[in-house]
């Protein structure tokens, strides 16, 4: 399947190359500004296959509790939010691979939950801004593999690694990254026995089953043409992001956690990679990492693919250990 996939990136590479401009975007963008933008060369943005919204973002999303949860599986990723005097939330990684957006408001916290599955990058962000609460979609657009997400007030496209407007009038705005991580559905359930689990969405689609079959386990990422990691490190390896410092999850793993430049960094077994076999229970053990600081406060991480760390921090440091 990952091989038709491959063949499918090929084609639209060079499609998406020869036609990467503003003005054959203007009919299913007429809301964007194009003029204001901090992209360099427009063909760095390309078609990731969808259209707009062909990948459907969720908006306020129905909730179970945990004790009447029982179609995922116990080492199934999710993405942990816990925010003061609100019931913590998990939301699966099973339904956020075919929705990679969810907008929410916990806590009275406006926020959006996002999974890129070609970059297996995570991360939560609070939709408010300076000029009004986002909301946000699924442009169907890829800048070096990583999803471009959209808000919907503006049509403002916004680079989903860094939590950046790159296109349209909030072009520069950054969204305020919130501390949240992944971790197994078992690990949650133990920490947090009366929180809430996002609901399956009401969308005819085969949650549980991984459309990117080994796709961790590929030579290459999928529609991406820049810079290979530096120091011989696989792009496909996934890193602990800490601003602009990376640790490979690797080293994580075999040193059992850890400590330094200000924060300290746990590995524990039992959590699936969600890209790697076709059900994603069933995938390799790739562990649960928490970051926190001296105090003990969750702190603000990712755990992505090396080569998206290169992409959007090229100058950034490469945590290798002696």
């Known amino acids: 399947m990952f091989v038709f996939a491959r063949f499918l990136a090929v084609m639209l590479l060079v499609a ?8 054959l975007w203007k009919n299913q963008w007429p809301d964007t500004n194009f003029k204001k933008s901090s992209i ?31 179609r995922i599986g116990g080492n199934e990723p999710v993405m942990t939010l816990e925010i003061d005097g609100a019931v913590p939330r998990a939301y699966p990684i099973r339904y956020l691979t075919f929705h990679e957006i969810v907008n929410d408001t916990v806590g009275g916290v406006p926020v959006a939950v996002t999974f890129c599955p070609l970059c297996n990058s995570g991360i939560t962000f609070d939709r408010r801004v300076e000029q009004g609460t986002l909301t946000f979609g699924v442009s169907g657009k890829l800048r070096n593999s990583d999803m471009v997400m959209y808000d919907r007030e503006t049509e403002s496209w916004w680079q989903q690694a860094v939590g950046e407007a790159i296109v349209g009038d909030l072009t520069g705005t950054e969204l305020k990254m919130l501390p949240g991580w992944m971790e197994s ?61 990376a640790w490979p999850l690797t080293r994580v793993r075999e040193e059992g956690g850890v400590t330094e430049a200000g924060v300290t960094i746990s590995w524990e077994s039992g959590q699936a990679s969600a890209l790697d076999a076709e059900v994603i229970a069933q995938g390799k053990d790739v562990g649960n990492v928490r970051v926190r600081d001296a105090n003990g406060n969750d702190v603000v991480h990712d755990v992505m693919f090396a080569f998206a760390f290169h992409a959007f921090w090229p100058d950034g440091t490469w945590m290798l250990g002696n």
């Open 185 to 245: 559905w078992d690990t949650f359930k133990a920490r947090n026995p009366e929180g809430l689990v996002m609901a399956e969405p009401n969308y005819p689609r085969r949650y549980g089953r991984n459309p990117y079959v080994s796709y961790d386990s590929s030579s290459r990422p999928f529609l991406y043409r820049g810079e290979q990691p530096p120091h011989g490190v696989p792009p496909l390896v996934r890193v602990v992001r800490v601003g602009d410092r």
């Open 40 to 70: 360099d060369n427009w063909s760095e943005i390309m078609s990731g296959g969808p259209p707009k919204d062909g990948i459907p973002a969720i908006s306020d999303p129905e909730f179970l509790k945990v004790s009447d949860e029982t």
């Open 16 to 23: 998406g190359s020869a036609h990467a401009e503003p003005r």
